[in-house]
């Protein structure tokens, strides 16, 4: 059985990196690649050929493979050069797209969507949407100094005392605990908000201040997740992001709740009042943004206020990011495969969640 691994088009990771090879090789696969696919991230092909990948053209590993990998999905056009009965595995992202379903499912394939593999424990290893949060929290946090005009730690100097930097956290998911880490680190003074009850007890053991505002709806029977809360919690809220965020000088804005938009919670009239120099990373942009004047994939300036959009901070941080989206995904094939056979069992939950359309 051949398991094919694409070039991205648009970004700067590749979805298997060579070191994968042993692992491949003991669930009897046969590895192929696209010519140049794992460049950007440090992995050339040579590093493929000698550990026992072979290297074709993109029709020939489309045409070729019975596991195709990639990490953004490739055109129907593309879909339709695969195999009949093909597994395709990549990030489809359906809870943002409700039409994507149907849509495979005119294809002969069998299609894993790596971002619907369940967030519980025994899946952890898997967790693809974790990797790369977690990625982006830390990125966030050195893009923001790197724009920031001043530092993060408080230094006293012969020539003055500087205070240290406040930093903003709007949500304490995966992305917003490593970007609260990552500011601890960095020596700012660092609080932040979020509605779900055990995000308090995270941001306190990582030394950073919980902000709470009163009434949020109980997300017991939510598995975790956010859930959306209603317009009166979320006005009372914005009151207080605003109250605090004249007081910060940087925002590391990722609140989000899975399958709608991302709440407002910075407005306009805050940004219009905050200190000119300060700089917001909205890593919800994707979503529609946390923050009023955010454009995904864009850095704009409002009353001196430096505010840049990006989802998809980890792609900056390609090595490791290919290197944990590898190892994700050998985790999940490690449960599909084996002696050289897949099998998509559906009595698996984790299977069950990440096959979005399959071959009747
Ligand atoms: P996410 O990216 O969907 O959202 C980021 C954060 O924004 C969440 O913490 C959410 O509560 C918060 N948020 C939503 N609305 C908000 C608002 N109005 N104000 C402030 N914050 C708001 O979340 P995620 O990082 O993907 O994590 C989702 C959940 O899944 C978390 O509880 C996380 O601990 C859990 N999780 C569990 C596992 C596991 O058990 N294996 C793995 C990963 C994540």
């Given at each position: 059985?051949?398991?094919?691994?694409l070039?991205?088009?648009?970004?700067?990771?590749?979805?298997?990196a060579?070191?994968?090879?042993?692992?491949?090789?003991?669930?009897?696969?046969?590895?192929?690649?696209?010519s140049?696919?794992?460049?950007?991230?440090?992995?050339?092909?040579?590093?493929?050929?000698?550990?026992?990948?072979?290297?074709?053209?993109r029709?020939?590993?489309?045409?070729?493979?019975?596991?195709?990998?990639?990490?953004?999905?490739?055109?129907?056009?593309?879909?339709?050069?695969?195999?009949?009965?093909?597994?395709?595995?990549?990030?489809?992202?359906?809870?943002?797209?409700?039409?994507?379903?149907?849509?495979?499912?005119k294809?002969?394939?069998?299609?894993?969507?790596?971002?619907?593999?369940?967030?519980?424990?025994?899946?952890?290893?898997?967790?693809?949407?974790?990797?790369?949060?977690?990625?982006?929290?830390?990125?966030?946090?050195?893009?923001a100094?790197?724009?920031?005009n001043?530092?993060?730690?408080?230094?006293?100097?012969?020539a003055?005392?500087?205070?240290?930097?406040?930093?903003?956290i709007?949500?304490?998911?995966?992305?917003?605990?490593?970007?609260?880490?990552?500011?601890?680190?960095?020596?700012?003074?660092?609080?932040?908000?979020?509605?779900?009850?055990?995000?308090k007890?995270?941001?306190?053991s990582?030394?950073?201040?919980?902000?709470?505002?009163?009434?949020?709806?109980?997300?017991?029977?939510?598995?975790?997740?956010?859930?959306?809360?209603?317009?009166?919690?979320?006005?009372?809220?914005?009151?207080?992001?605003?109250?605090?965020?004249?007081?910060?000088?940087?925002?590391?804005?990722?609140?989000?709740?899975?399958?709608r938009?991302?709440p407002?919670?910075?407005?306009?009239?805050?940004?219009?009042?905050?200190?000119?120099?300060?700089?917001?990373?909205?890593l919800?942009?994707?979503?529609?943004g946390?923050?009023?004047y955010?454009?995904?994939?864009?850095?704009?300036?409002?009353?001196?206020v430096?505010?840049i959009?990006?989802?998809?901070?980890?792609?900056?941080l390609?090595?490791?990011?290919?290197?944990?989206?590898?190892?994700?995904?050998?985790?999940?094939l490690?449960?599909?495969?084996?002696?050289?056979?897949?099998?998509?069992?559906?009595?698996?939950?984790?299977?069950?969640?990440?096959?979005?359309?399959?071959?009747?």
């Open positions: 059985m051949v398991i094919g691994i070039k991205e088009q648009n970004f700067n990771r590749v979805s298997l060579p070191s994968a090879s042993k692992k491949l090789a003991g669930m009897g696969l046969e590895a192929v690649i696209e140049g696919a794992g460049e950007k991230s440090g992995f050339g092909d040579h590093l493929y050929t000698d550990n026992s990948f072979t290297i074709l053209t029709i020939e590993v489309l045409s070729k493979s019975d596991i195709v990998l990639s990490i953004a999905p490739i055109s129907d056009d593309e879909l339709s050069k695969m195999k009949n009965g093909a597994i395709y595995i990549s990030m489809f992202a359906p809870y943002q797209n409700a039409e994507i379903i149907s849509h495979l499912s294809f002969p394939l069998n299609v894993i969507s790596m971002d619907m593999i369940p967030r519980t424990t025994l899946a952890q290893s898997m967790d693809i949407l974790s990797s790369m949060a977690s990625l982006s929290g830390y990125k966030a946090v050195l893009k100094a790197d724009h920031y001043n530092m993060f730690p408080m230094m006293m100097t012969a003055g005392t500087i205070p240290p930097t406040k930093v903003m709007l949500g304490a998911g995966v992305a917003g605990l490593q970007a609260i880490a990552t500011a601890k680190r960095l020596g700012a003074v660092v609080e932040a908000f979020d509605t779900r009850a055990a995000a007890e995270e941001v306190m990582l030394g950073a201040n919980f902000v709470e505002v009163d009434g949020a709806a109980d997300d017991k029977g939510a598995g975790g997740y956010a859930i959306q809360q209603s317009d009166e919690y979320l006005a009372k809220q914005r009151a207080l992001v605003q109250e605090r965020a004249l007081k910060s000088n940087i925002i590391i804005a990722t609140a989000q709740v899975r399958g938009k991302a407002l919670l910075v407005t306009e009239d805050t940004i219009d009042n905050m200190k000119p120099g300060s700089v917001i990373v909205d919800a942009a994707s979503t529609g946390n923050c009023a955010t454009e995904n994939n864009r850095t704009v300036i409002k009353n001196g430096i505010i959009g990006n989802s998809d901070l980890s792609d900056e390609n090595g490791v990011a290919s290197t944990l989206y590898s190892n994700n995904v050998i985790n999940f490690q449960i599909v495969v084996k002696d050289g056979k897949a099998s998509l069992n559906e009595e698996n939950e984790i299977i069950k969640s990440a096959l979005i359309s399959k071959v009747n």
